[in-house]
Nanobody
Framework: QVQLVESGGGLVQAGGSLKLSCAASGRTFRTYGMGWFRQAPGKEREFVSAITRSGASTTYADSVKGRFTISRDNAKNTVYLQMNSLKPEDTAVYYC????????????????????WGQGTQVTVSS
């Protein structure tokens, strides 16, 4: 079973940048599609971005397209989320998760396709 640990969150002013990391244990990380989700207080967990096992294909929520970039380094067992031009509405706990049954692809943007959730990292964007 892969275990995921997120880091890199913090407090940043609107317009600033943060880079989140999700470190995975185990040798199977490179076989999974990976996703980032976020959950703001009082709201449902929502999809942010996903990447296939090779990194060749990525998907973004409309709300972050053009501002966020997902990437992965399979040699380091790590997936990243570079967040630029941050807005107050980006404030949330950010989680990474693995699509273990996708054969390396990402089956969809629903959280139901993902598992092995990390503990999350808080991102707060001040106006």
């Amino acid at each position: 079973q892969v275990q995921l640990v997120e880091s890199g969150g913090g407090l940043v002013q609107a317009g600033g940048s943060l880079k989140l990391s999700c470190a995975a244990s185990g040798r199977t990380f490179r076989t999974y599609g990976m996703g980032w989700f976020r959950q703001a207080p009082g709201k449902e967990r929502e999809f942010v971005s996903a990447i296939t096992r090779s990194g060749a294909s990525t998907t973004y929520a409309d709300s972050v397209k053009g501002r966020f970039t997902i990437s992965r380094d399979n040699a380091k067992n790590t997936v990243y989320l570079q967040m630029n031009s941050l807005k107050p509405e980006d404030t949330a706990v950010y989680y990474c998760a693995a699509d273990r049954l996708g054969g390396g692809d990402v089956r969809g943007t629903s959280s139901a396709y993902f598992g092995n959730w990390g503990q999350g990292t808080q991102v707060t964007v001040s106006s």
